[in-house]
């Protein structure tokens, strides 16, 4: 019923920016929360940002003033920009989504994950 499709991970350099996408296709439900996690070798998994249907976003404390959560409601797309990357961000990024469907409630679905490696 929900599936996402993750794009935008790669090798950058200290300093540098990425862009993720996160792209929804939903049937039956209606998303409400979407999120990007991310999980570092060895460690576990952790919240980066997350934005509800309203455009609040949260941002975990590691991230906040050099990443940005968007969204675009209409298409059930998210991106996250980010700028000024660090080694400690090298991890795998996976998006997140919260949908809801009346007859059964939420669900939460995970994307496959896409690699971010921060390294000279």
């Known amino acids: 019923q929900v599936q996402l499709v993750e794009s935008g991970g790669g090798l950058v350099h200290p300093g540098g920016s990425l862009r993720l996408s996160c792209a929804a296709s939903?049937?039956?439900?209606?998303?409400?929360?979407m999120g990007w996690y991310r999980q570092a070798p060895g460690k576990e998994r952790e919240l980066v940002a997350t934005i509800n249907r309203g455009y609040s976003t949260n941002y975990a404390d590691s991230v906040k003033g050099r990443f940005t959560i968007s969204r675009d409601n209409a298409k059930n797309t998210i991106d996250l920009e980010m700028n000024s990357l660090k080694p400690e961000d090298t991890a795998v990024y996976y998006c997140?989504?919260?949908?809801?469907?009346?007859?059964?409630?939420?669900?939460?679905?995970w994307g496959q994950g896409t690699p971010v490696t921060v390294s000279s």
């Open positions: 997140n989504c919260r949908a809801f469907r009346p007859t059964t409630g939420y669900v939460e679905v």
């Open positions: 939903v049937t039956f439900f209606n998303i409400a929360t």
